[in-house]
């Protein structure tokens, strides 16, 4: 009959050999944690880096040890989100400078110097606008800001640029931030008018300067007149408005009713594009 041994009892491990277990143990403890998606700064200052593997494992090559560390603490997709514009067009941190094209090339030649320029001017006067850069467009020139200019900023810009040496300053309007652009038309108003004339724009340019509501509101083109059908009397007024990007000045306008000699009209919202970003000089 064979005698059964018992297995050997297993020594008591060191205490060096403790502390690798430890550490070891940690390192896999964070990761089932999910806290290895640290920073730099703070990765270093953790028990848990390439600092602590390197300690249990002092033999092993720097390959290896870099090979654990990518184990034990898997990158993280740091992939940024895809920015969502809030609008499409133009910003308001941008100012217009409606100039000429001779003047445009003149100021495009020499943009460091404008842009450090305005800049000094704007701290002089303790504003925290700084303009970033410059570009030409169509009729002008765009300056970049880091923030919405206010009537201030826009004031200096106009007298950085009117104090040109050799400028014209009647050449140069004065700066302008993008507005958006609203879309109305107006119902009830008769296609041939008292004095057997064909209504027009200009007669509806004419009318809207006596009346009330339209004190504050600058049209953004020339109203269009069309017959509200082909064999009908009676005509619509097309007509766009520069706006607020919540169309503020719009919804005063929209369903208010107004008298035109002894008709009674009405003004009644489009469905083109309310609210989208336009230059301001693009109908010019």
Aim: hydrophobic residues 40%; positive net charge.
């Amino acid at each position: 009959m064979i005698k059964k041994v018992p297995p050997p009892i297993p020594p008591c491990p060191s205490k060096k050999d403790l502390e690798k277990t430890k550490a070891v143990q940690q390192i896999h403890a964070a990761r089932d944690n999910k806290t290895l998606g640290l920073s730099y700064v703070q990765a270093m200052s953790s028990t848990v880096n390439i600092l602590k593997i390197k300690e249990v494992f002092p033999a092993l090559p720097n390959k290896k040890i870099l090979e654990i560390h990518n184990v034990a603490f898997p990158k993280q997709n740091n992939k940024g989100k895809k920015v969502q514009p809030t609008t499409k067009g133009l910003s308001r941190k941008q100012a217009i400078v409606p100039v000429s094209s001779n003047l445009t090339k003149i100021i495009m030649s020499d943009t460091n110097i404008h842009i450090f320029q305005i800049n000094t001017h704007l701290k002089n006067i303790k504003s925290t606008l700084c303009v970033e850069f410059i570009h030409p467009c169509p009729g002008g020139i765009f300056i970049v800001t880091n923030n919405v200019s206010n009537l201030s900023n826009l004031t200096i810009i106009e007298k950085h640029f009117k104090s040109m040496e050799g400028i014209n300053t009647n050449k140069v309007l004065a700066p302008r931030l993008p507005q958006s652009k609203s879309y109305l038309k107006i119902t009830g108003i008769p296609y041939i008018q008292s004095d057997s004339n064909k209504i027009m724009s200009d007669n509806v340019i004419e009318f809207m300067k006596y009346i009330e509501i339209f004190e504050n509101i600058s049209l953004a083109t020339k109203p269009r007149v069309i017959k509200a059908f082909p064999k009908s009397d009676m005509a619509i007024i097309w007509f766009d408005i520069w706006d607020t990007q919540s169309s503020s000045k719009a919804k005063l306008l929209i369903n208010h009713s107004f008298n035109l000699g002894r008709y009674i009209t009405t003004i009644r919202a489009t469905n083109m594009n309310l609210g989208v970003l336009q230059c301001y000089n693009c109908w010019k």
